[in-house]
């Protein structure tokens, strides 16, 4: 049985940081970040390949940055200089497929974790 589980969200004040984490129970060469906020539809956040190559969406370039350790079927999302409107609960997702899509798109990805709470202030 697939599992994802994610960990290290929190509450933290407007421009600090925080780092998720995702362990997942095999590799999957395909991994990502969705976010969904109280009354908004789920949004992209990154993803990252098999080989490390990452995509990110407008809101968070320059400001998050994914990576992965493949040896340990984990991925990593560092925030930096968050927002309120960060604020969401964040999900990590796996896709069997190769590469990435172009786009993250939420339908493509094959399992999720249970979320993560991130809230900023």
């Known amino acids: 049985q697939v599992q994802l589980v994610e960990f290290g969200g929190g509450s933290v004040r407007a421009g600090g940081s925080l780092t998720l984490y995702c362990a997942a129970s095999r590799f999957f060469p395909c991994m990502g970040w969705f976010r969904q906020a109280p009354g908004k539809e789920s949004e992209g956040v990154a993803q990252i390949g098999r080989y490390g190559e990452a995509t990110y969406t407008d809101p968070v370039k320059g400001r998050f940055t994914i990576s992965r350790d493949n040896a340990k079927n984990t991925v990593y999302l560092q925030m930096n200089v968050l927002k309120p409107e960060d604020t969401a609960m964040y999900y990590c997702?796996?896709?069997?497929?190769?590469?990435?899509?172009?786009?993250?798109?939420?339908?493509?990805?094959?399992?999720w974790g249970q979320g993560t709470q991130v809230t900023v202030s």
């Open positions: 997702a796996a896709a069997e497929l190769w590469p990435c899509p172009a786009r993250l798109s939420a339908r493509l990805y094959n399992y």
